[in-house]
């Protein structure tokens, strides 16, 4: 029997707004534990391993029982890593590969099913998810990204601006509870064709000005799927994510615990 969907988990540490992201203590345990943490509950993933060129992490993801594949240093980006492990003979077995950004502890399974959903169901050659932006200074903050979606729910375009504009004022709560405002979750599913097809692109002038790496195969005409699934906790980028993040762990019964000498002070 083929199995169908391989999670890989991209770690690295350099990060610029976030130093040793994937080590950056939260309630004193590693962000990158607390990811991990949650591919138990992940019922749509067949396997998942953690891939990363950092030894500090791969002992830490070790620690915790998380199969480690070791990558090259110089991937720009999360997605050149997953591409890298995804290619390897173990793993070609796997039809749907899933990126499960590192940054994401509080990913759920209706989340990842949906993205892989849109892949392994409907044909779509990428799948991600979006949830609806009501927050009046998430819309107006260039770290949450935004994303438009055409009816068949294909991605039009992704942002750090406000997208859509409204021109006449601004748009009441009932409209911000559904599209077309939608915040990206940073979740992606891909058929294995696709991915390669997405890392042997040449960065494109969109994706350089924005910073968004999903422009690069929007650009290129790739389909993206994106599905609108509810509320989601926002990912991990800057120190006051951090504090929110903390505070929705406390609200879930977590407790500050003595930080791993591997996770980085602050």
């Known amino acids: 029997m083929t199995k169908s969907v391989l999670g890989i988990v991209p770690a690295r540490l350099a990060s610029t707004r976030l130093p040793n992201k994937p080590l950056y203590p939260i309630l004193g345990r590693p962000l990158i534990e607390w990811v991990w943490r949650r591919v138990p509950q992940l019922a749509s993933l067949d396997h998942a391993v953690v891939a990363t060129d950092s030894e500090q992490v791969a002992d830490v993801c070790r620690k915790l029982g998380a199969p480690v594949e070791m ?44 993205a892989v959903g849109l892949v392994r169901d409907e044909g779509w050659e990428i799948g991600t998810c979006a949830t609806p932006l009501i927050e009046d200074d998430a819309r107006k903050d260039p770290s949450v990204v935004k994303v438009v979606r055409a009816v068949s729910g294909r991605a039009l375009y992704f942002s750090r601006a406000q997208i859509p504009y409204r021109r006449d004022g601004k748009p009441t709560r009932e409209e911000l509870e559904r ?82 000498p591997y996770v980085a002070s602050r």
């Not at 968004?212 to 926002?234: C, F, H, M, S, Y």
């Open 71 to 114: 990558t090259a240093s110089e991937h720009p980006s999360g997605t050149d890593r997953v591409a890298e492990v995804a290619a390897r003979e173990e793993y070609r077995g796997f039809a749907v590969i899933v990126n499960i950004q590192g940054d994401e502890p509080l990913l759920e399974e209706r989340q990842l099913s949906a």
């Open 179 to 260: 599209a077309p405002f939608l915040r990206h979750i940073g979740i992606y599913a891909y058929t294995r064709d696709a991915l390669a097809a997405w890392v042997a692109l040449s960065p494109t002038p969109l994706e350089e000005l924005e910073k968004l790496e999903q422009l690069r195969p929007l650009e290129a005409g790739l389909r993206i799927g994106v599905a609108v699934v509810g509320t989601a906790d926002p990912g991990v980028d800057t120190p006051a994510d951090v504090a929110r993040l903390e505070e929705k762990l406390i609200e879930m019964g977590h407790a500050q615990t003595v930080p791993d």
